[in-house]
């Protein structure tokens, strides 16, 4: 392995933890999406470390999510439920707890409703 390549496996490997602590922090977090960046977590791996990927695609977490997105684009209804459950109450929680402004009140509720439809826009693995 030369340095360059060695360099571009560290680049990936680097990038792809970045990417899983966002993904982790877009669990509790409503505007950081979590499934895009696991996804790309495993992408990154994939090209920088078959430990680290292995790691990824077997976690018994979001392993199984990561693994049926790539394979067929779907995700299980109790996925949906939790992710469109999850932030419709962050939404609604900072809508009216956390800002005052009626016209980011607005903004919030049509995220969510974009990102609402967007999930659902995948098939639905049973």
Avoid: C
């Avoid at 994939?46 to 999510?65: A, C, E, H, Q």
């Avoid at 609604?92 to 903004?107: H, K, P």
Wanted: hydrophobic share 50%; net charge positive.
């Amino acid at each position: 392995m030369n340095i360059s390549e060695k360099s571009r496996k560290t680049l990936y490997v680097i990038l792809g933890s970045i990417s899983l602590v966002l993904g982790t922090l877009g669990i509790f977090l409503p505007l950081l999406p979590t499934t895009p960046f696991y996804l790309l977590t495993a992408w990154l791996y994939m090209r920088g470390s078959k430990k680290l990927y292995d790691k990824v695609m077997n976690n018994k977490y979001f392993g199984s999510i990561v693994k049926n997105f790539q394979e067929d684009k779907s995700i299980s209804l109790k996925t949906k439920i939790i992710i469109i459950s999850m932030l419709w109450g962050t939404i609604s929680f900072s809508a009216f707890f956390v800002v005052s402004a009626w016209w980011l009140r607005l903004i919030l509720f049509a995220i969510a409703v974009g990102v609402t439809i967007h999930i659902l826009s995948f098939k639905t693995r049973r």
